[in-house]
């Protein structure tokens, strides 16, 4: 399965903070607000993976993530030119995806908590058809809500008025390669763009759209506007200094999935041990390092 970071768009709810940059690049408390996202890829296995950007921003991304090698992974980078939609980052990506699964992820949508490990790959075995994460939300008409009937999925509307459903859908979402096809299908919608929404729709009209409840167990963060921003930070501010547990650290990801060895562990930490994040790195590396001379 391949992976997809949707960071382009114009980020104009958080202006005047992403007026020079993406919102990808803003700060969630210690790292990159992309390093979240990535971090949830690498945790599902997938190693080739696409940043959909715009032009200006490429320059950014690639300095930050370069081509992947020092994560054990593959990282390309494909132009959105303007905005078209969600459900446009698949004709985008279509050379990328070839014949393969992929799984799109948004890149202001942060996910956290025990079972998350576990569900993610699991939506990565996927065999046919889509997998889509729904949790129920205070505010269901800011999102694409989905309806169910005797524990089946049998819409999703986009953004309704008069919601009767709190469960929206997040920004992750795992496909067969037939999201390419009802990609090229889509049409503008009444807002002018290619809705992820719609081709969900066309799943479940086919009766092949899996729904997997985020509850208790995972946290979800959609970190689209300054306040929410903002709660994010102190969320992951909270875990990491009351636990010892670090959210988004993409080289510890990459080493526990077995993408990195202990060597180009301690590279990574090197290049950062001034910082907290960098002694965290430096503690794993010396952990291991202490474990394999006692074994």
Not at 75 to 101: C, H, M, N, Q, S
Not at 175 to 182: A, C, F, G, L
Request: charged share 25%; with cysteine.
């Amino acid at each position: 399965m391949k992976g997809i970071i949707l960071a382009g768009g114009l980020a104009s709810r958080l202006y005047p903070a992403t007026l020079c940059c993406t919102k990808a690049i803003l700060p969630i408390y210690d790292k990159p607000m992309i390093y979240y996202s990535l971090s949830t890829l690498i945790q599902a296995g997938i190693k080739d993976v696409l940043i959909i950007c715009t032009e200006k921003d490429l320059p950014v991304f690639e300095r930050l993530l370069g081509d992947g090698s020092g994560l054990g992974i593959s990282i390309k980078y494909t132009i959105e030119d303007k905005p078209r939609g969600v459900g446009y980052a698949f004709i985008l990506a279509e050379k990328f995806i070839g014949k393969d699964k992929v799984c799109l992820i948004f890149s202001d949508n942060i996910y956290h908590g025990r079972a998350l490990k576990k569900k993610l790959q699991a939506g990565a075995k996927l065999k046919e058809g889509c997998e889509i994460f729904g949790i129920e939300v205070p505010d269901p008409e800011k999102f694409g809500i989905i309806y169910e009937k005797n524990g089946k999925v049998i819409r999703i509307e986009e953004k309704p008025k008069n919601p009767t459903s709190c469960l929206a859908q997040t920004g992750l979402f795992f496909y067969d390669n037939k999201v390419v096809e009802y990609a090229n299908q889509l049409k503008p919608s009444a807002r002018g763009e290619y809705e992820i929404t719609d081709i969900n729709n066309m799943y479940i009209k086919n009766g092949k759209c899996k729904l997997n409840r985020l509850e208790r167990d995972v946290a979800w963060l959609d970190t689209g506007s300054h306040e929410s921003l903002l709660a994010a930070t102190q969320y992951v501010h909270s875990i990491q200094s009351l636990t010892g547990e670090f959210i988004g650290c993409i080289e510890e990801d990459s080493f526990n999935m077995g993408f990195i060895n202990k060597d180009q562990l301690l590279a990574a930490a090197e290049k950062t041990i001034k910082t907290a994040y960098g002694k965290h790195l430096k503690k794993l590396y010396d952990n291991v390092a202490k474990q394999k001379t006692l074994s």
